[in-house]
């Protein structure tokens, strides 16, 4: 790991008793540097010369100011992945959505409180491809006194699994977009930046040091661009007890499946016989598509005054394409919907959508084939605006953006059948409009359009329920008659599945501006996104405030 700098942390404290929240104060400083991992030399943006970048703390309840300096050529936001981001749009930071970027030069400070949230998250970059190497991670921690609904662990690791390529990665975007090809696929996957044995070319692997009989808290999180991903520890079960900051019912399983984007919290008791054992991340693809397949493995290593260790024992890999995996580990997630942790999924529906995602080829004069793959919702290839929608929506700007986003596909067909002969898609940059406290649900259906795939889709400023989900065409007569309406667990990232569909609520109680989108950031790139305007409701709790001062100029 890079020598890790000091971050810069200082706490308000308000001396009454009963004012349980605090200010913290972070700088992140996004800079460029050298790095020879993998064999290669290249330089990086990263965040106060750490990669992974620093973790911020906070407790719920508190309010979390974090002063972004960028030092770099290119224009940065950093997203705050999973936050709820209660009133305060203005500092989610997907470009172009909630801001204009923050340019050479400039810094912008992300003001933020964190309501009714604990567990993990990450920050990243929200522009181009700068989040393989501009992330980190975002502990909440409950409330001051409130303790957590599973037994106190011992000690807490972070684990942050990412997706390294040798070669630059805005290079390795901009060559695709130039193309209209798919981008090069990523070298390695890393853990806590260490991209572990890599064939050719041999790298120290993360050490995950434990004392024997103690309980520890993972916090584990995918921050890979574009794959999904397996993790398991040789000869440990894992009890996993949150996933994206909301707390599940407790269950042991071997190994646990992340979509870029997610998090998982588990608690390992180090129960087995000193030694060493293997942890490894492995890639899953149950398609027909090129991509970085590599295993990457660290160790978990227990404390032992006696040498040497034994030989590390082994795990079995799970299969790149171990769709069953996936389908055991999402099924068993479950929110808590106990007394203090009630579920409250929405049980009526204002608005139903269903949103049909797709991969198609568009025209392009200027690409190597004269045709460009593009994605799209409802045949809607989302156009990135040049402004920031946000402003545009709150200053009433014309011409930013339409707010006529299709609630249905222009036309049904076989979604998970042969794909239509015209795969060709529409393009623009329209809203779907949400009045205050609407309810919604959203059915995702995932197509056989040139190849089909498994999407993690990530919406902005809400966690969701996620209440059904199937495989095949979603029948809208039969398939809600077994929604979970009790505890469906609650998240803000969810995989379609190959060749299925999802279903998701939430209630629209936030007014802003809101992305959806596709976590593979190669499809967000190909325009596999759109958002939401969710308009104000009634008096200043309901209002979007204005922006803040420094907000960066277009
Ligand atoms: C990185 O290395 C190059 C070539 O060795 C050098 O010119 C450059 O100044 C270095 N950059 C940083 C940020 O250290
Ligand atoms: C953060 O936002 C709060 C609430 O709007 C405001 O009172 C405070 O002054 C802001 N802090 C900074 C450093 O901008
Ligand atoms: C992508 O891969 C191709 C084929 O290996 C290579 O020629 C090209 O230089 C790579 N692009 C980048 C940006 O690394
Ligand atoms: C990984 O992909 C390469 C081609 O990119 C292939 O040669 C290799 O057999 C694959 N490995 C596994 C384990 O599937
Ligand atoms: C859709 O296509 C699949 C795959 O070809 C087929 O199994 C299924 O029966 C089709 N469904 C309908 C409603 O035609
Ligand atoms: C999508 O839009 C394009 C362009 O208007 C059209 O040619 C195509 O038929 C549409 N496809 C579907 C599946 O609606
Ligand atoms: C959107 O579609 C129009 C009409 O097909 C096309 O001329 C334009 O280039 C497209 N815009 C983008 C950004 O793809
Ligand atoms: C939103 O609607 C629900 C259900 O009608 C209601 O209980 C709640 O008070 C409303 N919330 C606000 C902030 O208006
Ligand atoms: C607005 O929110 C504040 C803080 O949560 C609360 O104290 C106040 O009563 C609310 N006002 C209204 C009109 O709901
Ligand atoms: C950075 O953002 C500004 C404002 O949107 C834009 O004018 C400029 O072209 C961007 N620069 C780069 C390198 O993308």
């Known amino acids: 790991m890079e020598p890790r700098l000091l971050v810069t942390f200082l706490v308000a404290l308000t001396f009454s008793p009963f004012v349980q929240s605090l200010v913290r104060h972070y700088k992140l400083s996004v800079v460029l540097k050298n790095t020879t991992k993998l ?21 719920e309840d508190d309010t979390v100011v974090v002063r972004v300096t960028n030092h770099v050529k290119y224009n940065v936001t950093i997203h705050w992945h999973g936050i709820k981001q209660i009133q305060t749009g203005w500092a989610d930071g997907p470009a172009y ?15 933020f409180t964190i309501t009714g949230q604990r567990g993990t998250l990450l920050w990243h970059a929200h522009i181009t491809w700068l989040r393989a190497t501009v992330h980190g991670a975002i502990v909440i921690l409950p409330k001051r006194g409130i303790p957590y609904p599973f037994p106190k662990p011992d000690k807490e690791k972070i684990i942050i699994l990412g997706e390294w390529w040798k070669s630059d990665v805005e ?34 692997g993360y050490t995950l040091h434990v004392e024997s009989g103690k309980t520890y808290l993972l916090r584990i999180i995918n921050a890979a661009l574009n794959d ?106 479950r929110s808590l919907n106990s007394k203090d942790y009630p579920t409250r999924v929405p049980l009526t529906v204002d608005h139903s959508l269903f949103f049909v ?46 707010d006529d986003f299709p609630a249905y596909p222009p036309v049904a067909f076989n979604y998970t059948g042969t794909q239509p002969a015209n795969i060709q898609t529409n393009n623009g940059t ?41 495989l095949g065409n979603f029948d809208p007569l039969k398939d809600p008659l077994s929604f979970n309406l009790v505890d469906p667990v609650e998240r803000n990232t969810i995989g379609v599945p190959n060749a299925g569909w999802v279903a998701i609520r939430f209630r629209a109680d936030n007014p802003g501006i809101w992305f959806l989108h596709c976590h593979l950031e190669v499809h ?5 996104k759109m958002a939401f305007i969710v308009d104000n409701g009634n008096g200043p709790n309901e209002t979007l405030p204005p922006p803040p001062n420094d907000l960066p100029r277009c």
């Open 97 to 111: 959505v909630t801001q204009c970027p923050i340019q050479p030069g400039q810094s912008f400070v992300y003001n």
């Open 357 to 402: 995602i797709t991969v198609g080829l568009n025209p392009c004069d200027t690409c190597l084939q004269g045709i460009k793959l593009v994605s799209a919702i409802n045949n809607i290839t989302f156009v990135m605006p040049t402004t920031s929608l946000l402003e545009a929506h709150y200053y009433k700007i014309k011409g930013a953006f339409t």
């Open 171 to 204: 290079a390795v975007i901009n060559q695709a977009s130039i193309s209209g090809l798919p981008p090069n696929i990523s070298d390695a996957h890393t853990i806590n930046g260490h991209p572990g044995q890599v064939p050719g070319c041999t790298s120290q």
């Open 228 to 333: 999904e991903l397996f993790f398991k520890i040789a000869g440990h079960k894992l009890t996993v007890v949150e996933a994206d900051a909301s707390y599940v019912k407790p269950f042991e399983i071997d190994t646990i499946f992340l979509s870029p984007g997610q998090t998982t919290n588990v608690l390992l008791t180090s129960n087995q016989i000193v030694g060493k054992y293997l942890i490894a991340v492995t890639p899953f693809m149950d398609a027909p598509i090129g991509f970085d397949n590599v295993t990457s493995f660290a160790t978990l290593r227990y404390k032992n005054t006696r040498q040497p260790y034994p030989k590390t024992i082994l795990t079995t890999i799970p299969a790149l394409n171990a769709t069953p995996l996936t389908f055991h580990f999402i099924d068993s997630l």
């Open 430 to 470: 329209r809203l779907y409009r949400l009045s205050f406290n609407s309810t919604v649900q959203i059915v995702l259906q995932g197509t056989a359009m040139i190849a089909p795939e498994n999407h993690p889709f990530h919406l902005h400023g809400y966690n969701f329920f996620v209440v059904g989900q199937g």
């Open 39 to 59: 064999c290669t030399t290249k330089s990086i943006v990263i965040v106060n010369g750490q990669f992974p970048g620093p973790t911020l703390y906070a407790r």
């Open 524 to 528: 967000t790139t190909w325009g596999l």
